[in-house]
């Protein structure tokens, strides 16, 4: 009997054969590429956790959206609220369970796009400027062009060696917190020129801007996840009290929170001498290091060795 008549002949052979001969993904840095099927049950649930909560997060931002063109703004404004949650969560479990991953770190700046690039952009557009439709595409586009640059500028300038208490520009979920902010506190008429078209652009443009902007913003990981027992304490009595905030009073507590963290780099930058002076070096934001132009190509040392 031939070989192949006898792997026709056992199924169990024949089902081992196929998995050695299924195609395997190859990662473009050389790197091997496991599949989940090789993992077992508990190791592709420690996996695959942060990932869920980035699906959560893309999930809230996409509902959002139609939500928003429904003309449902303020549920629009809670679930990319529950979004920047997700966003936090996805970055949490991944550094609890140890499974932070390039494949993770890209997903999430995805997810980021639909629910702090797209929602904001088409929030904007259908609620605070309903009546001037040439402004609201461009506040809308110029809103989602900003968030897409600010990502990708992440992703590629990523540095393992860089403060992890500092963003270079404003992260997207807290740019995206300022219209959910503002879309819980305010209500525009739906005509006029006055503060119904100036406040809207305001709160579409400026943060936007400080996305793309090289200005500092504390990351509050030490918040998100404290190391000591007074940072756990500390951590514990902000989350307590923003909770309920959040039941009495929803509007005001968002309004705070957002224009706060809005205002923690200007304030940051006027008070580094003094807080140098009295705390030292490791209360300021270190110098930046001059990095490759993100417009550039990249190197390749390989071209250059075929050269010579």
């Known amino acids: 009997m031939s070989e192949d008549a006898t792997v026709s002949a056992d199924p169990r052979r024949r089902r081992r054969l196929l998995r050695r001969r299924r195609f395997r993904i190859a ?9 989940l099927r090789q993992l077992p049950t508990k190791e592709r649930l420690r996996v695959t956790a942060p990932s869920m909560f980035t699906a959560g997060n893309m999930a809230c931002g996409f509902s959002a959206v ?41 997903l999430d700046s995805l997810a980021d796009l639909i629910s702090f690039g797209l929602a904001p952009a088409v929030l904007v557009y259908t609620w605070v400027l309903p009546e001037w439709h040439v402004i609201a595409w461009l506040a809308a586009y110029f809103w989602l062009a900003c968030a897409a640059f600010r990502l990708a500028r992440f ?29 819980f506190a305010l209500h525009f008429p739906n005509d006029g020129v006055g503060p119904s078209i100036l406040l809207p652009a305001v709160i579409s443009v400026v943060p936007a801007l400080l996305m793309v902007s090289t200005v500092r913003f504390r990351s509050f990981r030490n918040l998100i996840n404290p190391q000591t027992q007074q940072a756990r304490v500390l951590t514990a009595l902000l989350g307590v009290a923003f909770v309920v905030g959040l039941i009495f009073e929803p509007a005001p507590t968002m309004l705070v929170v957002a224009y706060s963290y809005v205002l923690t780099a200007p304030v940051g ?13 490791e209360s300021v934001a270190p110098p930046r290091q001059r990095q490759q132009s993100v417009f550039l190509p990249l190197h390749d040392d390989s071209e250059d060795a075929e050269d010579d």
């Open 27 to 35: 990662s473009h840095s050389g790197a091997e590429v496991v599949s």
């Open 66 to 106: 139609p939500l928003a063109f429904n003309h449902h703004p303020h549920w629009a404004a809670i679930l990319m609220t529950v979004a920047i949650f997700m966003d936090i969560a996805d970055g949490a479990v991944a550094r609890l369970v140890g499974a932070t991953s390039p494949f993770g770190v890209q």
């Open 155 to 183: 992703n590629f300038t990523i540095d393992p060696h860089a403060d992890k208490r500092y963003f270079v520009g404003m992260p997207s979920p807290g740019a995206a917190a300022v219209v959910i902010a503002t879309v």
């Open 269 to 281: 930058v006027l008070t580094a001498p003094l807080r140098r002076r009295i705390f030292g070096t």
